[in-house]
């Protein structure tokens, strides 16, 4: 059964992949290895949480390790620019573990992703460590806003000049939506982008929210999927951007901290 043209693979599952059964793992690397210069840490966290929970991956501790210092990328920076000291390699690695597993219970409501997803374990001691860390980058020294969603400005630069390759209707749409939000006006903006997969919604979407941050906007890009909200600038689903709740009740309230760039929005 581990016998593929001649040659004998230590395991059934190496076999698989040598037929073309099973994917090979080095596909799951290759895909984050793609965006992980193209997307903020926090867009990284949501693909890399999705990718494991949809997938279920076999090298999850190998990918984690490799990916750990983008997965605090927005943390470590906010902490070098305020203490002018970057965050040594063991807190950085119980930082990286607490962030992603607080994210993967929070998208998968399990309670134990180690066991269900793989993810190398975190201690008591690791948890508390990284906690420590949170609470001085929220609690910034000059009482600033801890920006959690660092985008870099190529990609908005690339987004603004996306602006000439939008299509008649693409280009009716920003117009509208950025005359009625840039006048200051009062007026509120409800669009209802609508159309089948593969006719540049999200491509529409970036260039809008490009002009608008250009223009000095603070813009909340969700989605409801994680990969929708993941491919936004500055996106990621509905429940992580704000802290909701997955299953809306009465008097539900948001949980985003007031110092962080959602929570003053």
């Not at 693909?47 to 997938?55: D, K, R, S, Y």
């Not at 008591?124 to 959690?148: C, H, V, W, Y």
């Not at 969700?222 to 429940?239: C, E, R, V």
Request: charged fraction near 20%.
């Amino acid at each position: 059964m581990r016998t593929v043209q001649g040659t004998i693979h230590k395991t059934c599952k190496d076999a698989c992949i040598a037929l073309g059964i099973l994917q090979n793992e080095q596909e799951w690397d290759d895909c984050l290895q793609e965006i992980e210069e193209s997307v903020t840490p926090r867009c990284f966290r949501n693909l890399f949480a999705t990718l494991v929970i949809e997938n279920s991956p076999p090298n999850v501790e190998e990918l984690f390790e490799k990916y750990r210092v983008k997965f605090v990328e927005d943390y470590i920076y906010t902490h070098l620019q305020y203490y002018d000291e970057n965050i040594p390699g063991e807190k950085c690695w119980s930082l990286s573990l607490y962030v992603m597993h607080q994210l993967f219970k929070e998208l998968s409501l399990c309670d134990n992703p180690s066991e269900q997803y793989m993810l190398p374990n975190i201690s008591s001691d690791q948890e508390t460590m990284a906690k420590n860390i949170l609470r001085g980058i929220l609690s910034t020294p000059d009482g600033s806003t801890f920006q959690e969603n660092i985008i870099n400005p190529e990609i908005i630069e690339e987004s603004l000049s996306n602006y000439y390759s939008l299509n008649l209707e693409q280009n009716l749409f920003c117009d509208n939506a950025l005359n009625t939000i840039l006048e200051n006006s009062g007026q509120q903006f409800l669009g209802s982008l609508d159309a089948v997969g593969g006719t540049g919604k999200t491509f529409t979407l970036n260039v809008l929210i490009a002009n608008l941050k250009a223009a000095g906007k603070k813009v909340f890009a969700a989605a409801y999927a994680g990969i929708a909200g993941a491919l936004l600038i500055g996106g990621s689903t509905f429940y992580s951007q704000a802290n909701a709740p997955q299953d809306p009740a009465p008097n539900m309230v948001l949980g985003m901290e007031r110092n962080t760039e959602n929570g003053s929005i």
